[in-house]
């Protein structure tokens, strides 16, 4: 049998429903199991889901826009910018266990590539090496030019890209690109992909969380 990749869009800390899946899609330690990012903040649980996450052997994170953020501030000890409301609040929650959960996110790449698909967690400019593209874009992308069309519109390589980021898109699925950020937190969907196969699966939100912004 061929080893499955599982890919999971944003789980914006919403634990329950991220064991939900992996229940439903039988996720064993023979699978690679990898999160787009944005595993932290808004959602009910900061804590629970990395501590998921790091009960995860054969689990590999890469960074979010969110996980940027609070590395930032946690590395220049509150001088890294201002957060954001449920931000300071995921950092509060992880309490005096602060710098262990963001030493392991400090661990996690800006992408995964994979010899059956690009993995990041925004989006990429066109024409540019994936190594050379900014931190910025990788964890931040969505739109592009005056006319703000998204990114993948531009995208003409064969390697599939999987990426997350974009709730208010819901799933993407093209020919060479797949969004999986299905809008748990805020009441909709937490969505999963499975390689070679393709085969998208999603759990219900439980809940909407935090207010679509």
Not at 28 to 37: A, E, H, N, P, Q
Not at 64 to 92: F, S
Not at 134 to 161: A, C, M, N, Q, S
Request: with cysteine; net charge neutral.
């Amino acid at each position: 049998m061929t080893a499955r990749i599982i890919i999971f869009g944003d789980i914006h800390g919403c634990h329950e429903e991220w064991q939900m899946l992996l229940n439903k899609v039988k996720a064993t330690d023979k699978d690679r199991l990898i999160s787009v990012g944005d595993i932290v903040c808004k959602g009910p649980s900061t804590k629970k889901s990395l501590d998921l996450a790091m009960s995860l052997p054969n689990l590999h994170c890469i960074l979010g826009n969110h996980e940027v953020h609070l590395l930032r501030h946690w590395k220049h000890r509150n001088g890294g910018g201002n957060l954001k409301e449920y931000q300071r609040a995921a950092m509060e929650e992880l309490g005096s266990r602060l710098d262990h959960y963001m030493r392991f996110i400090d661990g996690w790449p800006r992408y995964i590539d994979l010899p059956e698909a690009l993995i990041i967690h925004a989006g990429l400019r066109p024409g540019i090496p994936v190594e050379k593209q900014t931190l910025e874009d990788l964890v931040h992308l969505r739109t592009i030019g005056p006319e703000e069309r998204p990114w993948y519109e531009f995208y003409e390589g064969e390697k599939l890209i999987v990426h997350g980021h974009w709730a208010r898109q819901g799933l993407v699925v093209r020919e060479n690109v797949i969004g999986l950020d299905s809008g748990c937190v805020y009441g909709r969907e937490l969505s999963c992909i499975i390689l070679p196969e393709r085969k998208i699966i999603s759990v219900k939100a439980k809940k909407a969380y935090a207010p679509v912004n």
